[in-house]
């Protein structure tokens, strides 16, 4: 592919294609990076610094959502630029290279704060992480649903980077815990960023030179007022991105809280990172599991009843007494593999989604799409954070190690924790299992895009 200079007529091949192994392990490659860099902004980063350096937790729940409503400004506007560059290196392998060091810069700095950091260094650094990381992701994932047209290859290609995406999650909860997470300056946490930044220039540089550049299959430009006209009259994106920030908001609740959970809740702190690991390392067996189901099934029917086993089985987290390692672990492992389908699946519808947008206005914007969907992800765990923090602090929880929390404290996070995610996702449900868009369908809108295919 190397010898290609823009990859596109390689791209050409392939994009009708399966693509060859070796391509999609160099694609997927940095989803590892990128997950450890992007997952301890809602998970480690709050709890780290409200434990460790003494930020308070609703303060910490207000800047978190102060940085999603920044990138409700900042995504959009690098979605529409990404799919307007079009330089003969190739408009998102040009985008992605280029971003790969604003976001290692962002890991380091946030990762690794100064022992005086409070609210203003997370702030800061929260948005510069969140800003990196956008820049990186959104042409990495157009660049990912344009290689493959395939209704089923979407979702081979999105099961091997989410793979990627499992082992950097597992990443990001190791090192912080096998080092140490609780003491200033060089902490776990910090040299999770140094690893970060250092794994999204290698790896990243790897793929901009063995993956090719996708089939730009622009046939018009759109103005920005007829591009927004196309999104809104878009019905299965309509309804796909809510389900979308429906499902991301529920599994983002429990993803805040789940530290404060084993810790305060079941009085297991010193098994806060093994379950956690336990949970993620389900998921990729998950991942797989998805992936046959869907081709079997068909993707949205899948996902749809994935949701509802886990919401069964999540249902019972907060009847657990103190103490339940076996019960909890037991929920870890069925919930961390249906994790696995929540990775797999919707990227994949997303890039047919995509399609339905192409087939109609003559112009590729897998770039504003994926800022969209983006931005509907980064909403969801901001405002679960924004929201859980306030009412805990509200209903009394105190957050610090060891303390002595009432019963209507703990009560109020097992509630939070288990019960609200479980009606998202019932909406989320409701939405999904009659989607449109299958691959009969998806098949009808390559041939529009594609004729000679």
């Known amino acids: 592919m190397s010898d290609l200079p823009d990859g596109r007529s390689a791209s050409a091949r392939l994009s009708d294609a399966k693509l060859p192994v070796?391509?999609?392990?160099?694609?997927?490659?940095?989803?590892?990076?990128?997950?450890?860099?992007?997952?301890?902004?809602?998970s480690l980063v709050p709890t780290y610094y409200t434990e460790t350096l003494g930020v308070p937790i609703a303060t910490a729940g207000w800047v978190i959502l102060l940085i999603r409503l920044f990138d409700a400004i900042s995504d959009p506007l690098v979605g529409y630029a990404a799919d307007r560059m079009d330089p003969a290196f190739g408009r998102r392998r040009?985008?992605?290279l280029m971003s790969l060091p604003v976001a290692a810069l962002a890991a380091v700095m946030l990762y690794w704060p100064a022992e005086t950091a409070g609210a203003g260094w997370l702030g800061f650094w929260?948005?510069?992480?969140?800003?990196?990381?956008?820049?990186?992701?959104?042409?990495?994932s157009a660049w990912g649903a344009e290689l493959v047209g395939d209704y089923h290859g979407r979702t081979r290609l999105s099961a091997f980077r989410e793979?990627?995406?499992l082992i950097g999650t597992l990443i990001a909860i190791v090192l912080p815990f096998a080092i140490g997470f609780e003491q200033k300056g060089l902490s776990g946490l910090a040299v999770l960023g140094i690893v970060v930044g250092l794994g999204l220039l290698i790896l990243g540089g790897l793929t901009v030179r063995m993956v090719p550049e996708p089939e730009n299959r622009t046939q018009e430009r759109l103005s920005l007022?007829?591009?927004l006209r196309f999104l809104a009259s878009n019905k299965p994106f309509l309804r796909l991105v809510l389900a979308y920030f429906l499902n991301g908001l529920a599994n983002g609740i429990p993803a805040t809280?789940?530290?404060?959970?084993?810790?305060a809740r079941l009085g297991l702190p010193e098994m806060r990172g093994p379950l956690l690991f336990l949970y993620f390392l389900c998921a990729i067996g998950g991942v797989p599991l998805a992936s046959a189901c869907a081709t079997r099934f068909g993707k949205h029917r899948t996902w749809s009843?994935?949701?509802?086993?886990?919401?069964?089985?999540?249902?019972?987290?907060?009847?657990?007494?103190?103490?339940?390692?076996y019960g909890f672990g037991t929920i870890c492992v069925v919930t961390g593999i249906l994790l696995g389908f929540d990775l797999a699946l919707p990227p994949s519808i997303q890039a047919d989604v995509i399609d339905a947008d192409t087939a109609v206005s003559g112009e590729q914007r897998g770039g504003f799409y994926f800022a969209a969907w983006g931005l509907a992800t980064k909403l969801s765990?901001?405002?679960?954070?924004?929201?859980?923090?306030?009412?805990?602090?509200?209903?009394?929880?105190?957050?610090?190690?060891?303390?002595?929390?009432?019963?209507?404290?703990?009560?109020?996070l097992a509630a939070l924790y288990a019960w609200v995610p479980v009606a998202l996702k019932l909406c989320a449900i409701a939405l999904m299992w009659t989607f449109p868009l299958d691959e009969r369908m998806q098949r009808q809108l390559r041939e529009a895009i594609v004729p000679t295919a």
């Open 22 to 42: 070796r391509v999609l392990l160099a694609y997927a490659l940095p989803a590892a990076p990128l997950a450890a860099l992007g997952l301890p902004l809602y």
């Open 94 to 96: 040009l985008l992605f």
């Open 126 to 140: 929260g948005c510069v992480v969140s800003l990196g990381f956008t820049m990186v992701m959104v042409p990495y």
């Open 163 to 165: 793979t990627f995406t």
């Open 225 to 227: 007022p007829d591009a």
């Open 257 to 263: 809280l789940f530290l404060y959970f084993v810790s």
């Open 305 to 325: 009843v994935a949701m509802l086993v886990a919401c069964a089985v999540f249902l019972l987290a907060p009847l657990l007494p103190p103490g339940s390692l």
């Open 381 to 412: 765990l901001a405002i679960g954070a924004g929201l859980v923090f306030p009412i805990l602090s509200a209903a009394g929880f105190d957050p610090a190690a060891g303390a002595d929390n009432s019963a209507d404290a703990l009560f109020a």
